[in-house]
């Protein structure tokens, strides 16, 4: 069994910032691309930022420039450093990573953390 565990939101004032963690245990040989998602209420699911085990990132528009992702392959991380946070960040934030349980895994099987609420108020 894999499990990934977020930890760090919370209420912050807009300009504020918050750092989330992600951790991931269980069973795992490899993790490929390790993820933040986040869903306000009433609106869909949305990528914020991913980053490969090679260390390419990919944010979104909404978030360039003041969200950071990193990653530690070692401890089975990720990170987000969130910055400048506004009142659209608003949202349930989840972890994503794409994992193989053992070396003869054929494929890489996506999990998803609890989430965790990031609230900014205005």
């Known amino acids: 069994q894999v499990q990934l565990v977020e930890s760090g939101g919370g209420l912050v004032q807009a300009g504020g910032s918050l750092r989330l963690s992600c951790a991931a245990s269980?069973?795992?040989?490899?993790?490929?691309?390790m993820a933040w998602y986040r869903q306000a209420p009433g609106k869909q699911r949305e990528l914020a930022s991913e980053i490969t085990r090679g260390g390419v990132t990919n944010y979104a528009d909404s978030v360039k420039g003041r969200f950071t992702i990193s990653r530690d392959n070692a401890k089975k991380a990720v990170y987000l450093q969130m910055s400048s946070l506004k009142p659209d960040d608003t949202a349930v934030y989840y972890c994503?990573?794409?994992?193989?349980?053992?070396?003869?895994?054929?494929?890489?099987?996506?999990?998803w953390g609890q989430g965790t609420q990031v609230t900014v108020s205005a």
């Open positions: 994503k990573s794409s994992i193989k349980s053992t070396s003869f895994s054929l494929f890489y099987v996506e999990y």
């Open positions: 269980g069973n795992i040989f490899n993790i490929d691309t």
